[in-house]
């Protein structure tokens, strides 16, 4: 356990609906970086929140948005789902904003299955 | 923009054999580099992070890897793997003049390591 908690874990839904992925940092840190991982396109960087501040913006699409709540629990939220959007979805959480420098640590991922 | 490149993508040795795996970034000012390992089925793990000081850096499990900046490379090796490093091994980079901390990820290599 990576104290970086993932829900769901899996997740199966039709073309065109909206889900919500959901992130709790290990305790302590302030950041939470999302990240999708795609069998051809790798990992993804979409979007990071510091202390509940947008911090930094990867490609992550329009349909996409996510957000950090008091607590730093964070969610992202995918709308109007295509089939490409099919991927594992990791989270991350750092120390402060100075993941560049120590790391993240990730969590277990939610694979979002679109069908 | 920061890209890493992982040229091997897939890695079949077996127990014993030294391993080897290339990265390489396309950045040419100061860089913070990763390792990290994803073994099946469970989150991604740091294996070893540079940023600075001596450029050859030990991390967990026997890895080490060397930082030549000449060269944009960051190479990960393991003089004797094991039928448990059997992994996918991603290469990731920080620029911290980007005023970001986020990592950008290398598409993985996948390692199979057979009894």
């Known amino acids: 356990d990576s104290g970086v908690t993932q829900t769901p874990k899996h997740l199966i839904t039709a073309t065109g609906q909206r889900v919500t992925l959901r992130c709790s940092p290990r305790s302590g840190d302030l950041s939470v970086y999302w990240y999708q991982q795609s069998l051809d396109q790798g990992l993804q960087f979409l979007i990071q929140y510091y202390n509940g501040e947008e911090r930094a913006k990867g490609n992550i699409l329009e349909r996409f948005s996510a957000q950090q709540f008091p607590d730093l629990h964070s969610e992202l939220n995918l709308s109007s789902l295509e089939l490409g959007d099919s991927a594992l979805y990791f989270c991350a959480s750092s120390v402060g904003d100075a993941g560049g420098i120590y790391g993240y640590t990730f969590g277990s991922g939610t694979r979002l299955t679109v069908v | 923009a920061q890209s890493v490149s992982q040229h091997n993508h897939h890695v079949i040795l077996s127990e014993a054999a030294s391993l080897e795996l290339g990265c390489n970034y396309s950045?040419?000012?100061?860089?913070?580099l990763f390792w990290y390992v994803q073994y099946p089925g469970q989150h991604l793990q740091l294996l070893l992070k540079y940023f600075s000081g001596d450029p050859l850096v030990k991390g967990i499990k026997g890895f080490e890897a060397e930082f030549i900046k000449s060269k944009f490379s960051f190479n990960l090796r393991k003089p004797s793997v094991q039928w448990s490093d059997t992994a996918e091994y991603f290469c990731?980079?920080?620029?911290?003049?980007?005023?970001?901390?986020?990592?950008?990820f290398g598409t993985g290599t996948r390692l199979q390591v057979f009894p």
């Open positions: 950045y040419g000012g100061t860089v913070n």
């Open positions: 990731a980079v920080n620029a911290p003049s980007y005023n970001t901390d986020k990592l950008i």
